[in-house]
């Protein structure tokens, strides 16, 4: 019996009305601190922003640019009115937000096909999941694992019979935490032993302290399964397993 280490993310510009009042510079200024504040010109809201995309962010200070000029150049005896600021206002956040909305859910939609397509690769393939499970096939080493919480001094590997009988031990020493893959032959004593399913039963110990070790059983990826909460992985005798309950790869 072997026990092997496994190696296992552009401004636009308005030309003013010849012949029309300009805003007077403080009331520009008091309007310009107002532009700045919706558009989080804090330095929070700097930061928070600086995850947006070039394009939105281009488009979001063209309006704004305009929406100043008009206000800049809008006749003192007919203002605007009130409610077309707030309502052009209204607009471009609610354009902002579908965009985001756009963004995000595009994103979403590219993982989720993404996790699908890697998924379906692994149909065929072995994979290592928790469990105690050795199967034996004639003539083949049976594969399985352990994984470690923390470096142990020494790791006894035993394979037991369904009445719990001890079939085969060997004591590694020095092993290192994470994941381990062993193999074995299928003899005891030299003799082999006949096809089957045998289980696994790993200890460790650092020192005169135990180390957790948790045993991994072998399986193929007979099928992939979509559904709502993520992809399936059909793992034929052991039943379904997620994604996530993957240890390793053989």
Same mark, same amino acid.
């Given at each position: 019996?072997?026990?092997?280490?496994?190696?296992?993310?552009?401004?636009?510009?308005?030309?003013?009305?010849?012949?029309?009042?300009?805003?007077?510079?403080?009331?520009?200024?008091?309007?310009?601190?107002?532009?700045?504040?919706?558009?989080?010109?804090?330095? *929070? /809201?700097? +930061?928070?922003?600086?995850? %947006?995309?070039?394009?939105?962010? &281009?488009?979001? @200070?063209?309006?704004? =640019?305009? !929406?100043?000029?008009?206000?800049?150049?809008?006749?003192?005896?007919?203002?605007?009115?009130?409610?077309?600021?707030?309502?052009?206002?209204?607009?471009?956040?609610?354009?902002?937000?579908?965009?985001?909305?756009?963004?995000?859910?595009?994103?979403?939609?590219?993982?989720?096909?993404?996790?699908?397509?890697?998924?379906?690769?692994?149909?065929?393939?072995?994979?290592?999941?928790?469990?105690?499970?050795?199967?034996?096939?004639?003539?083949?080493?049976?594969? *399985? /694992?352990? +994984?470690?919480?923390?470096? %142990?001094?020494?790791?006894?590997? &035993?394979?037991? @019979?369904?009445?719990? =009988?001890? !079939?085969?031990?060997?004591?590694?020493?020095?092993?290192?935490?994470?994941?381990?893959?062993?193999?074995?032959?299928?003899?005891?004593?030299?003799?082999?032993?006949?096809?089957?399913?045998?289980?696994?039963?790993?200890?460790?110990?650092?020192?005169?302290?135990?180390?957790?070790?948790?045993?991994?059983?072998?399986?193929?990826?007979?099928?992939?399964?979509?559904?709502?909460?993520?992809?399936?992985?059909?793992?034929?005798?052991?039943?379904?397993?997620?994604? *996530?309950?993957?240890?390793?790869?053989?």
């Amino acid at each position: 019996m072997t026990v092997n280490a496994v190696n296992s993310t552009s401004a636009v510009s308005v030309a003013s009305r010849s012949g029309q009042p300009q805003a007077s510079s403080s009331a520009s200024a008091s309007f310009d601190s107002l532009v700045a504040s919706l558009k989080g010109g804090s330095a *929070a /809201g700097t +930061q928070a922003g600086a995850s %947006a995309s070039a394009d939105e962010g &281009e488009g979001e @200070d063209r309006f704004l =640019k305009l !929406l100043v000029a008009q206000m800049n150049n809008q006749d003192p005896l007919s203002p605007m009115d009130n409610a077309q600021v707030t309502s052009q206002l209204a607009q471009i956040n609610t354009v902002k937000g579908i965009d985001k909305l756009n963004a995000t859910v595009q994103k979403l939609l590219e993982q989720s096909q993404g996790g699908a397509a890697d998924a379906a690769s692994l149909v065929g393939r072995r994979v290592l999941v928790e469990g105690n499970r050795m199967q034996v096939q004639d003539g083949v080493a049976a594969k *399985a /694992g352990f +994984q470690l919480e923390s470096p %142990a001094d020494s790791v006894r590997i &035993e394979v037991l @019979d369904a009445k719990g =009988k001890v !079939l085969d031990s060997s004591v590694r020493n020095t092993v290192p935490a994470g994941l381990n893959v062993l193999e074995w032959n299928g003899t005891q004593a030299g003799t082999r032993l006949p096809a089957g399913d045998y289980s696994l039963r790993i200890t460790a110990s650092s020192g005169k302290t135990a180390v957790s070790a948790t045993p991994l059983t072998a399986a193929s990826v007979n099928a992939v399964v979509p559904g709502p909460a993520g992809n399936t992985l059909n793992l034929g005798g052991l039943g379904s397993r997620t994604m *996530a309950d993957i240890r390793g790869y053989l």
